[in-house]
């Protein structure tokens, strides 16, 4: 796993009588790969809207005693990895605003490119910490009519890429982008309803899954039942590639097909299109697991478990030494000399963003005994930045942005490096090339970059 951080995780549930903040927690918990840094929930009453947010995982944010405080008929829940603001509190999710009367709580997973435009619009000056932040106060600003009249208004003057859940203190809501670049799912309880980023999260809930919120969809949930409206038609979609290949669980379902199953064909695809002379097929656990025994089927090299992860590193706000830091990599994989030793290993990772961290694998490796080492990658070289809430927002920081295959394959010190095509990862998806977001690797943005990036951001960086 290379290190483009995830953007963030939504739960949202309406269920009278159930334990609404136990039921988010759990959600959270099966999304925790999604965001890191702070952890949230918010649930109401019928009467009164109830946030506690804390930085830190889930398990470190909530306890028996803060849940058992958090009594409701319906709530939501934010797991962040902050794209845009620091790492706050103020910062972390779900966002609350209240105009004295009425209040909302509002998650947000993606990333908005006009908020220059939307902060005029609120009345701010220069742009807010966070692009949520921004979207729960123009809302709170138009509560008069109730939070989903105030929806229908915001949410055609947003762009960009946006999952939302969001409750007053009676309902709950769910939106998508017209294009639909996060994902969302509805699913069903025997006494309510949950949405959530993927469908680990209703698989964790006991929820059945019923069909994803669509692309330029209000979804509003309550004891009137639930009410689907379009804000936005949506002539065109374009799901983050990006999740099947990185972000979202194995076990999750996107478009009809498990990312496992997804993965799985991307691993059998690279072994045709780059195949290795080798003894072993490693995986760089976990993303990399599933296409390495997709990789090992075709190839008829056996698979291996040469690295081990430390599951439990996460992130922490107990900083290692330099010393450690020097070794950051095996704080989270460590290799199996008794696997590697003396054999040529092909090992199969998801991406390659900055490039270090496949370094240090090559490198431990090595260190570890194996004879030669090649490295396989089931998605294209990522060239442009993502604008739409996954981390890689510079050319610069981006090791093919500028450097052929071979050049990077140097940097990483691998004996040989290959991708797979942008056409085989396309076809492993399922989903035709013009309903998938592949701008990280071939540039066609579909929506334009924000106002704030400026050319530096695109142009050619010079690499130090
Ligand atoms: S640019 Fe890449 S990471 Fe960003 S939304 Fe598009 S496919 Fe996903």
């Not at 509002?106 to 966070?130: D, F, S, Y």
């Not at 069909?211 to 038609?233: F, K, N, S």
């Not at 739409?388 to 004996?415: F, N, P």
Request: proline content about 5%; some cysteine; hydrophobic content about 40%.
């Amino acid at each position: 796993m290379e290190g483009p951080k995830e953007a963030c995780g939504l739960f949202g549930v309406w269920a009278p009588g159930e334990d609404v903040a136990r039921l988010t927690y759990f959600g959270l918990f099966a999304l925790q790969h999604r965001g890191q840094e702070s952890a949230g929930i918010a649930v109401s009453d019928g009467e009164h809207l109830l946030v506690f947010k804390e930085l830190g995982l889930v398990s470190q944010v909530f306890d028996e005693a803060t849940l058992a405080t958090m009594q409701g008929d319906l709530g939501i829940g934010h797991v962040r990895y902050s794209t845009t603001g620091s790492t706050t509190w103020e910062n972390a999710q779900p966002a609350f605003k209240t105009d004295g009367q009425r209040s909302l709580a509002l998650g947000h997973n993606g990333n908005l490119v006009n908020t220059l435009e939307l902060a005029e619009r609120a009345g701010r000056t220069g742009r807010a910490t966070t692009d949520s932040d921004l979207v729960a106060t123009l809302l709170a600003a138009r509560l008069d009519g109730g939070l989903g009249a105030a929806c229908l208004e915001v949410l055609p003057t947003l762009r960009g890429a946006f999952s939302l859940v969001m409750m007053d203190e009676r309902s709950l809501f769910a939106a998508r982008d017209p294009l639909g670049l996060r994902p969302l799912s509805i699913g069903r309880l025997p006494s309510g309803f949950v949405v959530a980023s993927e469908t680990c999260a209703l698989d964790i809930v006991g929820a059945s899954f019923v069909r994803d919120v669509e692309p330029g969809e209000l979804v509003r949930i309550d004891d009137r039942g639930v009410h689907a409206e379009r804000y936005a038609e949506s002539p065109r979609r374009a799901l983050c590639v990006f999740e099947y290949v990185y972000l979202a669980r194995p076990d999750s379902v996107l478009r009809g097909h498990t990312v496992h199953e997804v993965r799985r064909e991307l691993g059998r695809r690279l072994a045709r299109e780059a195949p290795a002379e080798a003894d072993l097929v490693v995986p760089v656990p976990d993303t990399g697991t599933s296409a390495a025994a997709g990789y090992s089927e075709v190839s008829g090299i056996p698979y291996g478990e040469g690295l081990i992860k430390n599951r439990y590193v996460g992130r922490t706000f107990i900083q290692p030494s330099q010393w450690l830091r020097e070794r950051g990599v095996k704080l989270k994989l460590n290799p199996i000399p008794e696997t590697i030793r003396g054999r040529r290993l092909v090992v199969i990772d998801d991406s390659i963003v900055r490039g270090t961290t496949t370094r240090q694998i090559v490198q431990a490796l090595r260190e570890a005994g194996a004879a030669e080492v090649h490295v396989r990658i089931t998605c294209p070289p990522i060239r442009w930045p993502c604008f739409y809430g996954i981390d890689m927002s510079t050319r610069a920081e981006l090791v093919a942005s500028d450097l052929s295959v071979e050049e990077v394959r140097q940097y990483v010190g691998a004996d040989s490096l290959g991708y797979l095509s942008l056409e085989g990862m396309i076809a492993a998806t399922g989903s035709p090339k013009g309903e998938l977001c592949r701008a990280c690797f071939d540039g066609e943005y579909p929506i334009e970059i924000p106002e704030h990036a400026g050319k530096f951001l695109l142009e050619h960086p010079a690499k130090s």
